[in-house]
């Protein structure tokens, strides 16, 4: 499995920007699709940003379209979400996970499929 850990959250006011960043080590971080999903309080846990093994294909939830940028470097074993136009309502603890299954040929949005995630980073956006 992947190990992963993220970084970069912090503090920032409405229409801000933060990039997280997602570091790998162990296993086969370049063959497998990675994701970001967040989980705000008092709701549940949801996809926010996908891109392939091969950095060819990506995939937004409707909320971050526009405004959230996904991209990896397969040399560095990193992912990173670059995002802007922050709204309070991004507010939320974010957690990048590793596909469960190499070289898949669809990127899928649901968290069962997703074997190795990291322990999170908190994002607070202000009105």
């Known amino acids: 499995q992947v190990h992963l850990v993220e970084s970069g959250g912090g503090l920032v006011q409405a229409g801000g920007s933060l990039t997280l960043s997602c570091a790998a080590s162990g296993g086969t971080f370049s063959s497998v699709d990675m994701n970001w999903f967040r989980k705000a309080p008092g709701k549940e846990r949801e996809f926010v940003a996908a891109?392939?093994?091969?950095?060819?294909?990506?995939q937004y939830a409707d909320s971050v379209k526009g405004r959230f940028t996904i991209s990896r470097d397969n040399s560095k074993n990193t992912v990173a979400l670059q995002m802007n136009n922050l709204k309070p309502e991004d507010t939320a603890v974010y957690y990048c996970?590793?596909?469960?299954?190499?070289?898949?040929?669809?990127?899928?949005?649901?968290?069962?499929?997703?074997?190795?995630w990291g322990q999170g980073t908190q994002v607070t956006v202000s009105s």
């Open positions: 996970a590793a596909r469960d299954r190499p070289y898949t040929v669809q990127l899928v949005t649901t968290e069962y499929s997703f074997s190795s």
């Open positions: 891109v392939s093994w091969s950095n060819s294909r990506t």
